[in-house]
């Protein structure tokens, strides 16, 4: 049993579901993450664990205690749970210096300015704003904002920290070295969080469990590895990163392993785990059912020449590169279909054969659709 | 070709500045000159002090100022709190039918407080009001409790029109602008709702509600023709009225009415000063429009507040436009159960008097004149301050903030003076020509700052785009600025053509009975007793001004109450 619990949840605006019955629990001292695409329902969602919101019908407890029940006419006003949160625009008062916006929750709290003083101090270092405290909030930097703003939301140690899209404000580059710096802070305080990010990247790398979200409705709830190559939904799949896909159909099934027949003249067919079908149990489906391989591109080995005795092979001829940095990004041809993969190196030149190697381990199969 | 044009623009920028410093400085300046030359207009000058003996000794002229903010701080303490809560209501909850109450608030602004005024006689006078009739029906009592023709009387009138009305409107956006997730981060932080309003919501809109404040104070100096009639009658006496009396007596009292005016002027700058400064401190207002946020629900406090804000609706908008029309129907105003209480005979004798006549082609040539007026300068004077290098602009931006500090009554003194001063001007006394330029000036700060604002919103980037596509500078203001700016440029002839319809303080000592408008001519009938004849003119000038705001708005114009 979790320590977050959410029971079935459901949110509508006119006539539109935005949360449409989720149940979600999260362990105390997790990093969980709600990823999904813009109006997907994942802001509202943590708005209704707040009390910012009131659901139109489910239960949220934490710990033991019930927060809101719509069928018990349960509902603790967001002041009474305990929950410090970031925003997306930050929310910093603007007639308050960076000290009494941080201080705010503990005055309210009735501490004594003592404490107040020594506890401020130790939140503004937990975020490296040392020495800021008189500073107006206005002539801070987004960055800066942003560290006040996470000081302010764990200065009275919250029993969990919401996060609302809280890096996407930030450039890029101070938005990964926050990311590091916040996965930092969160083993250190160990505080529960629940963080919400349309960005896989921020989802993949902070997350203990991460639950893609998609219309109201959770799609996949898992750790970063599995849902990444493990997708449990097309949408999952596409959401998460990219995609390579081909199609064929089951030419052979035996205890372990199926063999599937790419629709591409003279290469032998892919050797795929039983158990890597998405939907139910790939040997169900009988040979001679067409499928769809799917394998993340960083999981294709490339060689510039026919490596003997490893299965999966498949040649390509390459039409074009492009040099992102830190990679190689080539469009090939697989016999009349083009498709993206990337490599850290350069390899041979347009036009020329080359042959990419699918790991048997990470492909999984798909219904076609 | 360059040179050409930057001397163009600063030919331009210096005939507005000159104009703009002359008719709006120059009258201030002889209001203070002669508030020290006792000599009666016409005969050589006379300098003394004894103008300003009489302003700071004459118990009635201490009086005067006395209650004038006696009147001021009590309808601000009143209506503040009411203005706020509404404000609250239409742009935070859930209320029922947000939108026609804001619709109410709106038409409330542009009724003409005369028109209001004569429409709350008949509910309050002390004799035939109505509410005094119910009353001693009730509880058989020969005479009622309320008296229009007072203290609470002037303050009423106030509150049920513009004084509750425009604060409505000025806070409405100004909460509903409000980035919601500052309310929200202090509920989180552990904050009630109530807690929340005291420590971050007052707070954080405080500087609107200063400027509101400040807008109040300068508007209460302004305020005119409600203590005119309701005041005159019980002697009670406030700035402007005592200005227009020392004026308008025989042998007329230059020196004092100056002198007090002078003061009052001295008072009322630093005022200027701080809302200016106020509103130019544009990011301490957060109005970010980022998530709007969830309105609060009112649940089960929604009706009763459904009905407050309905009530106070009703009461700036139907109540008196309703016993207006009603007065205007009656053979003798207020006296309902006298035999023949009912007559279109009103109407009748108003439209066959030629003076109404007058009075109707001048306030639509007035009006008119004044709106294209204001138009072509308001935006000359806007585009100067905001879009040019001129080295005056910030001059000019000062000038332009005077005319809301000078109390409109003043203002006219100061014109007539100049229009009879100066021989070229003599001419244009006693024409309607007189009365446009006053009231254009009375105007230039609030259709100054509209467009101004409208101005700084257009990115420069839009003028470049279009010069670097190839446009010339003219090309550029007739192809970009002027159908970006087409709908202020509309709003702001249409709240001068209603300022101008409606206006009183500024014309008053500046018309003839050649000039005189509808606005004027109601007056000399509510002074006179004529009350029947002036309800059917309040009528007029009431469906004049409410008809242009209507039209108006229909057209799709938004007067502050949306983005």
Redesign the interface.
């Known amino acids: 049993m979790g320590f977050l619990r959410i029971r079935e949840l459901r949110k509508n605006f006119a006539d539109v579901a935005a949360v449409d019955g989720l149940s979600l629990d999260i362990d105390e001292g997790e990093f969980f993450t709600l990823l999904g695409p813009s109006g997907c329902g994942k802001t509202t969602t943590l708005?209704l664990v707040?009390?910012?919101?009131?659901p139109d019908s489910g239960e949220i407890y934490l710990g033991e205690p019930c927060l809101v029940s719509q069928s018990r006419r349960i509902f603790v006003?967001?002041?009474g749970?305990?929950?410090?949160?970031v925003?997306?625009?930050y929310?910093?008062?603007?007639?308050m210096t960076v000290f009494e916006n941080v201080a705010?929750?503990l005055r309210?709290?009735r501490l004594k300015m003592r404490e107040i003083q020594a506890k401020v101090v130790e939140a503004l270092g937990l975020v490296g704003l040392q020495g800021l405290e008189e500073r107006p909030v206005?002539a801070l930097s987004g960055g800066q904002q942003q560290r006040v703003a996470l000081a302010?939301a764990l200065v009275?140690s919250p029993r969990v920290l919401?996060l609302d899209e809280p890096l996407s404000n930030l450039d890029a580059r101070l938005r990964e070295e926050m990311r590091r710096e916040l996965k930092a802070l969160q083993r250190r305080v160990k505080v529960t969080v629940l963080f919400v990010t349309h960005d896989q990247m921020e989802a993949l790398s902070l997350s203990d469990h991460i639950g893609i979200m998609n219309q109201g409705r959770l799609e996949q709830v898992g750790v970063p590895e599995d849902v990444y190559y493990h997708p449990a939904t097309p949408f999952a799949r596409d959401f998460l990163g990219k995609v390579f896909a081909l199609s064929g159909r089951i030419a052979e099934i035996d205890e372990r392993c199926l063999q599937v027949k790419l629709r591409l003249p003279g290469a032998a067919p892919l050797r795929v785990r039983r158990n890597s079908a998405v939907f139910g149990d790939a040997a169900a489906w009988g040979v001679g059912k067409e499928v769809m391989i799917a394998i993340r591109p960083e999981q294709i080995a490339v060689w510039d020449s026919a490596p003997g005795g490893r299965p999966n092979i498949i040649p390509a001829t390459l039409k074009g590169s492009q040099f992102l940095g830190d990679r190689y990004e080539h469009t090939v041809a697989i016999g009349s279909e083009i498709r993206v993969i990337t490599s850290p190196s350069r390899l041979v030149q347009a036009g020329e054969q080359l042959f990419l190697e699918l790991n048997s381990d990470e492909i999984t199969l798909w219904p076609t659709v | 070709m360059q040179k050409g044009r930057l001397d163009v623009e600063a030919l331009v920028c210096t005939v507005v500045l000159a104009g703009v410093s002359f008719f709006v400085l120059y009258p201030i300046l002889l209001i203070v000159y002669n508030s020290f030359q006792i000599a009666r207009p016409g005969a050589p000058p006379l300098y003394s002090l004894e103008g300003w003996r009489m302003a700071l000794s004459d118990a009635g002229m201490l009086r005067a100022v006395y209650n004038t903010f006696a009147l001021i701080l009590t309808r601000q303490l009143i209506s503040f709190p009411i203005a706020i809560l509404l404000a609250w209501l239409l742009a935070r909850t859930d209320l029922p039918g947000k939108s026609g109450l804001e619709f109410m608030f709106w038409l409330s602004f542009f009724l003409p407080s005369l028109s209001v005024t004569l429409g709350w006689i008949l509910v309050l006078d002390p004799e035939y009001g109505l509410a005094n009739q119910l009353w001693n029906w009730l509880f058989g009592t020969q005479r009622g409790p309320f008296n229009i023709y007072s203290f609470w009387g002037i303050v009423w009138a106030h509150i049920g029109h513009n004084t509750t009305a425009v604060k409505v409107m000025l806070l409405t956006p100004a909460f509903r602008n409000m980035d919601a997730s500052l309310e929200e981060a202090s509920r989180v932080a552990g904050a009630s709702p109530l807690g929340t309003l005291r420590r971050i919501l007052v707070p954080i809109m405080t500087p609107v509600l200063m400027v509101v404040l400040i807008l109040a104070v300068i508007s209460g100096l302004q305020a005119f023709e409600i203590e005119m009639v309701l005041g005159s009658p019980i002697g009670l006496q406030v700035y402007s009225t005592k200005i227009y009396n020392l004026v308008q007596q025989e042998p007329p009292l230059f020196g004092p009415a100056t002198a007090l005016s002078t003061l009052v002027l001295l008072a009322l700058l630093p005022l200027v000063v701080m809302q200016r400064g106020l509103i130019g401190r544009r990011e301490y207002t957060t109005i970010t429009g980022r998530y709007q946020g969830q309105v609060v629900h009112l649940g089960p406090w929604r009706r009763p507040a459904f009905a407050l804000v309905a009530l106070v609706a009703l009461c700036i908008t139907a109540v008196p436009m309703v016993f207006l029309l009603l007065g205007t129907f009656m053979s003798l105003f207020g006296f309902f159960h006298i035999a023949n209480a009912w007559t279109l005979e009103n109407w009748r004798r108003v439209f066959a008097d030629p003076i109404f006549l007058g009075s109707l082609k001048n306030t639509l040539l007035m009006s008119s004149g004044a709106a294209l007026l204001s138009v072509i300068l308001f935006s000359l004077v806007a585009y100067i301050t905001v879009k040019t290098k001129f080295i005056g602009r910030s001059i000019l931006d000062f000038i332009s903030w005077f005319p809301s500090a000078v109390p409109g009554i003043l203002m006219g003194i100061g014109l007539l003076w100049l229009f009879l001063d100066v021989r070229i001007f003599r001419p244009f006394y006693g024409s309607v020509w007189l009365l446009i330029l006053a009231t254009v000036i009375g105007g230039i700060t609030l259709g100054t700052q509209l467009l101004k604002s409208n101005l700084l919103q257009l990115g420069r980037e839009l003028e470049e785009a279009s010069q670097a596509s190839g446009a010339s500078w003219w090309t550029t203001y007739r192809k970009i600025i002027i159908p970006l700016m087409f709908p202020t440029l509309v709003l702001v002839g249409v709240l001068s053509f209603i300022h101008a319809a409606r206006d009183i303080s500024n014309v008053a000592l500046l018309a003839t009975s050649s000039s005189r408008t509808l606005a004027l001519l109601q007056l000399d009938f509510m002074v006179s007793g004529r009350y029947e004849s002036a309800a059917v003119v309040a009528t007029i000038v009431m469906l004049l001004t409410t008809g242009v705001a209507l039209i108006a708005r229909l057209c799709g114009l938004r007067v502050g109450i949306r983005r």
């Open positions: 708005r707040a009390g910012l919101e009131k006003q967001p002041e749970r305990e929950m410090g949160m925003f997306q625009s929310a910093l008062w603007p007639h705010y929750p309210l709290r206005p302010r009275f919401l």
